[in-house]
T-cell receptor, first 114, second 113 residues
Framework: LAKTTQPISMDSYEGQEVNITCSHNNIATNDYITWYQQFPSQGPRFIIQ???TKVTNEVASLFIPADRKSSTLSLPRVSLSDTAVYYC???????????????FGSGTRLLVRP | DAEITQSPRHKITETGRQVTLACHQTWNHNNMFWYRQDLGHGLRLIHYSYGVQDTNKGEVSDGYSVSRSNTEDLPLTLESAASSQTSVYFC????????????FGPGTRLTVT
């Protein structure tokens, strides 16, 4: 099953681009990579999802190399309101019993300073 | 607007009592999930459901049960609450299992004394 590893924390300043990398060495062929954002006392909120190469939406980009063993969430020009915890999620289907085990990473705490 | 709600938002209970946490979604999603979130552990999957009458165990299902009698609701029951089950519980739903775009509820903070 794909286990994910992320940096525990990152600091940035307003207006900078922030890149958060997630490692998932055992990602399966059919797994998607999804990123969530979570503010204190709230449920996680979907940011972006991808399978390979690059995906971009109105808030972020997701870069996935050809081997898919890692992924990078890119937040352009961050603001103070981007201070949050960011989670990498890899969907995994257990080959033993076909059950789904959705693996959230431990999260990266991003602090954006003025 | 479609939404997902959880109740209660806060609950304090005693060890050994049965507790049920409610989750209701109006997205008409087939898939629903329960997670717990503890400091240092991120989110861990407790149970999930692909649809009515379907339930499946997640990573940390011991001591928890769910039932799915309709599309909108997936209540989570702690059969005999333990202090180790003190946590924040999140319910989520998604349209299908090929996409992991899940919509999360606001959470229920449960304290077992």
């Amino acid at each position: 099953l794909a286990k994910t590893t992320q940096p525990i924390s990152m600091d940035s300043y307003e207006g900078q681009e922030v890149n958060i990398t997630c490692s998932h060495n055992n990602i399966a062929t059919n797994d998607y990579i999804t990123w969530y954002q979570q503010f204190p006392s709230q449920g996680p909120r979907f940011i972006i999802q991808g399978y390979k190469t690059k995906v971009t939406n109105e808030v972020a980009s997701l870069f996935i190399p050809a081997d898919r063993k890692s992924s990078t969430l890119s937040l352009p020009r961050v603001s103070l309101s981007d201070t949050a915890v960011y989670y990498c999620l890899v969907g995994a289907k257990d080959p033993m019993d076909s059950s789904y085990k959705l693996i959230f990473g431990s999260g990266t705490r991003l602090l954006v300073r003025p | 607007d479609a939404e997902i709600t959880q109740s209660p938002r806060h609950k304090i209970t005693e060890t050994g009592r049965q507790v049920t946490l409610a989750c209701h979604q109006t997205w008409n999603h087939n898939n629903m999930f329960w997670y717990r979130q503890d400091l240092g552990h991120g989110l861990r999957l407790i149970h999930y459901s692909y649809g009515v009458q379907d339930t499946n165990k997640g990573e940390v299902s011991d001591g928890y049960s769910v039932s799915r009698s309709n599309t909108e609701d997936l209540p989570l029951t702690l059969e005999s609450a333990a202090s180790s089950q003190t946590s924040v519980y999140f319910c989520a739903s998604s349209r299908d299992m090929s996409s992991y775009e899940q919509y999360f509820g606001p959470g229920t903070r449960l304290t077992v004394t």
